[in-house]
């Protein structure tokens, strides 16, 4: 099966710019995660969705960071204006829903490095 | 609240010697816990998890890890390392003891370096 795409790689952009991520999960996986993991760190979890509800938000900076999954398919996840703390990698991953044991192993897209100068 | 605490930022061994990873767990309840492992510029890899089976645990090549309930405590181990086994490794603990059993909580990582 297709892994988890994630778009762009890369991106580099200065402090107060707006940058969006973009995410396909796995076809038929129902959550949707967006992880930032800043360097030397472990990742932490932004947002997550159930198709397209938000299942918990709690450690998304909403003053600047916003995320949607409209059709409970792809996700974007925006930042406006950038700070040059939010240089990170930004981990999509899916899973076929995340309560019920034996469906709720997450897949890893390959993540978007962004620089903020 | 769930968390993990790995005891080593960085890790080195000879290739063909044993690897320990060590992490300790703190949690309520009956955790459930992974250990993820991840290759410079690719996607965390699922190595293994432990759901309340058996308290060892095998996993992808060749790693396995004991959960030791009494020391809390979910070591990751491999009798032999490979030169092509380092990476960052990361301990993790389901659900943050809010609600959402779908959270994965991370530990800081472990850099393992695999010398010739």
């Known amino acids: 099966e297709a892994g988890v795409a994630q778009s762009p790689r890369y991106k580099i952009i200065e402090k107060r710019q707006s940058v969006a991520f973009w995410c396909n999960p796995i076809s038929g996986h129902a959550t949707l995660y967006w992880y930032q993991q800043i360097l030397g760190q472990g990742p932490k979890l932004l947002i997550q969705f159930q198709n397209n509800g938000v299942v918990d938000d709690s450690q998304l900076p909403k003053d600047r960071f916003s995320a949607e999954r409209l059709k409970g398919v792809d996700s974007t996840l925006k930042i406006q204006p950038a700070k040059l703390e939010d240089s990170a990698v930004y981990l999509c991953?899916?899973?076929?829903?995340?309560?019920?044991?034996?469906?709720?192993?997450?897949?890893f897209g390959a993540g978007s490095r962004l620089t903020v100068l | 609240a769930q968390s993990v605490t790995q005891l080593d930022s960085h890790v080195s061994v000879s290739e063909g010697t044993p690897v320990l990873l060590r992490c300790n767990y703190s949690?309520?309840?009956?955790?459930?816990l992974f250990w993820y492992v991840q290759h410079p510029n690719k996607g965390l890899q699922l190595l293994l998890k432990?759901?309340?089976?058996?308290?060892l645990v095998k996993g992808i090549n060749g790693f396995e890890a004991e959960f030791k309930k009494s020391e809390t405590s979910f070591h990751l181990t491999k009798p032999s390392a490979h030169m092509s086994d380092a990476a960052e490794y990361f301990c993790?603990?389901?659900?943050?003891?809010?609600?959402?059993?779908?959270?994965?909580?991370f530990g800081q990582g472990t850099t393992l370096q695999v010398k010739p």
């Open positions: 991953a899916s899973s076929l829903a995340f309560d019920r044991a034996g469906a709720n192993v997450l897949t």
């Open positions: 949690s309520s309840y009956s955790p459930s």
């Open positions: 993790v603990v389901r659900g943050d003891g809010s609600g959402n059993t779908g959270k994965l909580i």
């Open positions: 432990y759901t309340s089976a058996a308290t």
